[in-house]
Each structure stands twice: as structure tokens, then as C-alpha cells.
């Protein structure tokens, strides 16, 4: 049973999340030769101020305009 992880920014909507989930478990029906039952995704929405990238939280200005 494949189990997906998503943890992405917060902010989708419920119907890019439904597209998403739709098209990931096609591809494992289609490529692992799995039934869509036997997919499971979980969606991880992180806030900015709890991602960083290069040092800095995302949910901050760049040290250029503090």
C-alpha cells in the first residue's frame, strides 16, 4: 500500500488538493499497477513562519528590507 506525504504551504484550496490526490493515485494505478483504494495520501499544510529556506523563515522579510 503506498502511503504519500505532502507538506507543502499552507494555502491550497480543497479542490487543488482533491486534483492532486486524483492524479497522484493515477499514476500509482498506472505505474506501480496498484488498485486507487490501496493509495493513501495525507496532506501536511505548514505555515510560512514554520519553513525556512536559506536561514531564514519564510514567513520574514528578506534581510534587504528589514
Do not use: C, Y
Request: hydrophobic share 45%; proline share 8%.
Amino acid at each position: 500500500m503506498p502511503m504519500v506525504t505532502v507538506e507543502w504551504l499552507e494555502g491550497r484550496t480543497p479542490e487543488q488538493k482533491r486534483q492532486l490526490s486524483a492524479a497522484l493515485t493515477q499514476s500509482f494505478v498506472d505505474i506501480a499497477k496498484v488498485a486507487p483504494e490501496q493509495v493513501w495520501i495525507v496532506f501536511r499544510d505548514v505555515k510560512r513562519s514554520d519553513w525556512a529556506m536559506a536561514g531564514r523563515l519564510l514567513g520574514e522579510p528578506p534581510a534587504s528590507e528589514k
